[in-house]
């Protein structure tokens, strides 16, 4: 099995909150640096480990080893893929106006719509409607 782990500098509350809006979906078993090692974390209320289920996937999100920079050569997007042209632009009303458009929106052929971003946290996505 393999899990996609999303790491935050710092903001992975305020990710997990627009992913809840962006997704319908809820995240669990969320701990917070302070609780997983309250000697080294004195005050730190980051997020040592969360998970929530994005379009059927199990993700992990935590508060480390971030994109810092947000720079838009991220290895690694997420793809998420959308079964309507109107679900897909619903969740990316959550992201446009923070993002960095990698490639703009389009009909690609295999996808009614396709693009890829990179969120205000430096989190890639891309986001494809599946063609049938």
Not at 27 to 50: K, L, R
Not at 88 to 99: A, G, N, Q, T
Not at 102 to 124: H, R, T
Request: a negative charge.
């Amino acid at each position: 099995m393999i899990v996609p782990a999303l790491h935050f500098c710092g903001d992975c509350k305020e990710a997990i909150a627009l992913y809840e809006k962006a997704f319908t979906t809820k995240a669990t078993i969320i701990v917070s640096n302070s609780q997983f090692s309250p000697d080294e974390h004195d005050g730190d209320d980051g997020i040592a480990h969360s998970e929530m289920i994005i379009h059927g996937q199990r993700v992990l999100l935590n508060d480390r080893f971030g994109n810092k920079d947000k720079s838009p050569d991220v290895p690694i997007r997420l793809i998420v893929m959308f079964d309507s042209v109107e679900k897909l632009l619903s969740c990316y009303e959550y992201f446009k106006d923070e993002c960095i458009v990698v490639d703009p929106f389009e009909d690609v052929g295999y996808s009614k719509l396709f693009g890829n971003f990179i969120d205000k946290f430096g989190i890639g996505w891309g986001f494809m409607v599946e063609t049938a």
